[in-house]
């Protein structure tokens, strides 16, 4: 679809929206899908962090809260990335119908804070996949760098 016609139709959708409101705000709320379906609530272990949680800790912190997904964006909050302690933590979560999210940290060598504890960014992110699996994360998230990456003249990679 062209830019032009998708314009177009996005102009007549909001015509017809504020010109039939009753309409169409009843359409969009006896939706079926709409009324089954709900965005997860969760939290990051990062904006937890002064907490000094692990991931199964995190879990736990998620039930309790009623939430619905935690989002582990590095591998720091893991005890150790075997398979076993990843089937716990998997478990944990599948028995009181959380989701995990994964992320890995900072892919780029370029960035201050890059660690290569996993090898370079090529074996993080492979790690990431690896880990994603077992806790049958559907998304691997990265940083390119942090707050201070973006400050610098000029950035390497790009």
């Known amino acids: 679809m062209k830019r032009r016609d998708f314009a177009k139709l996005a102009s007549i959708g909001v015509v017809a929206m504020q010109s039939f409101p009753a309409i169409c705000s009843a359409e969009m709320f006896n939706n079926e899908k709409t009324k089954s379906s709900k965005v997860p609530l969760g939290l990051c272990n990062h904006s937890l962090r002064s907490m000094r949680l692990n991931a199964s800790q995190l879990i736990e912190y998620a039930i309790k809260q009623k939430l619905d997904s935690v989002l582990l964006n590095s591998f720091q909050p893991y005890e150790s990335l075997e398979d076993g302690y990843l089937k716990t933590l998997s478990d944990l979560a599948k028995a009181n119908d959380i989701s995990i999210y994964i992320g890995t940290g900072s892919i780029s060598k ?4 890059f660690s290569n504890k996993y090898g370079n960014a090529e074996a993080l ?3 990431g996949l690896r880990v994603a699996s077992a806790l049958d994360s559907p998304i691997v998230g990265c940083r390119i760098g942090n ?3 973006r400050y610098v003249p000029v950035y390497p990679f790009m």
């Open 110 to 113: 370029y960035s201050a804070k």
């Open 125 to 127: 992110l492979e790690e």
């Open 147 to 149: 707050i201070e990456d």
